[in-house]
């Protein structure tokens, strides 16, 4: 058996983005399918599942991505093999096109599991991970929300979300290979004008992204100031270890 979940997208999407985010989950799916039908290994599936839709400027990773409070993007990935528990992450990346790629390279490549700002820029460099300017990331969708916000005041991202105002489009993917095992990877431009240097559950290994082979995986997808509180992620992954593997009862 093989299998695939993908997520982008919770809150409240916009009407007008809706079709949108329905095509870009459903591409990331077909990425992440081909290359498990070919009897690809399902680290390779979430990567090439997230990586579209951080390519695709309808979500909230990657180009696309929230603008922080000082107007820039910041970004945050992980990305965990279930056969080994190694893991990769990056957070608050601005030079990098694909920070799960990056992610990736992180786990396989250094001694680390998760480089920050500068440090993972410079990784990336070293290790031939494509960069871009961090202009290059601001699409102008989100820079006129960014000056939506700024003019409205609503500098707190917690008031934003209370008021139902604001989408948060969080990708992540999960899969299980032709030869049982398990991968997990999660990528994000965290909050809409977020204080810089937030840094959000997704590139926290055992928060917004888990992953086992001997239980299951999880990328989850929300608001990371309360995610991070439960550690949700290797949480749901516990649970189901006492509920017999049933993720929905988890
Ligand atoms: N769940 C994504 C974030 O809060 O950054």
Same mark, same amino acid.
């Given at each position: 058996m093989i299998s695939l979940v993908v997520h982008g997208g919770a809150w409240d999407i916009p009407d007008s983005l809706l079709a949108a985010h329905r095509a870009g989950v459903q591409g990331a799916l077909q990425v992440g399918w081909s290359v498990l039908k070919r009897g690809g290994s399902a680290i390779d599936a979430v990567e090439s599942a997230v990586a579209a839709m951080e390519d695709n400027e309808t979500f909230d990773a990657g180009k696309g991505s929230f603008i922080n409070a000082v107007g820039e993007v910041e970004?945050?990935?992980?990305?965990?093999?279930?056969?080994?528990?190694?893991?990769?992450?990056?957070?608050?990346?601005?030079?990098?096109?694909?920070?799960?790629?990056?992610?990736?390279?992180?786990?396989?490549?250094?001694?680390?599991?998760?480089?920050?700002?500068?440090?993972?820029?410079?990784?990336?460099?070293?290790?031939?991970?494509?960069?871009?300017? +961090?202009?290059?990331? $601001?699409? &102008?969708?989100? !820079?006129? @929300?960014?000056?939506? /916000?700024? %003019? =409205?005041?609503?500098f707190s991202t917690v008031d934003?979300?209370?008021?139902?105002?604001? +989408?948060?489009?969080? $990708?992540? &993917?999960?899969? !299980?290979? @032709?030869?049982?095992? /398990?991968? %997990? =990877?999660?990528?994000?431009?965290?909050?809409?004008?977020?204080?810089?240097?937030?840094?959000?559950?997704?590139p926290l290994i055992g928060c917004g992204t888990y992953a086992d082979n001997e239980t299951g995986g999880v990328s989850a997808t929300g608001w990371g100031e309360s995610i991070i509180k439960v550690v949700l992620a290797k949480r749901v992954i516990d649970l189901m270890e006492v509920n017999g593997g049933d993720p929905d009862a988890a």
């Open positions: 970004l945050d990935a992980s990305i965990m093999d279930g056969r080994t528990l190694r893991a990769g992450a990056v957070a608050a990346v601005q030079n990098v096109r694909n920070p799960i790629t990056l992610a990736r390279k992180i786990m396989e490549e250094s001694e680390h599991v998760l480089l920050v700002g500068m440090g993972a820029t410079r990784f990336a460099k070293e290790h031939k991970v494509p960069t871009c300017s +961090p202009d290059f990331l $601001v699409t &102008a969708r989100e !820079l006129e @929300r960014w000056r939506d /916000i700024q %003019s =409205a005041a609503r934003a979300f209370r008021h139902g105002r604001l +989408p948060s489009d969080t $990708v992540g &993917a999960v899969a !299980l290979d @032709r030869s049982g095992s /398990i991968a %997990s =990877a999660t990528s994000t431009g965290g909050t809409p004008n977020k204080y810089p240097g937030r840094v959000g559950d997704s």
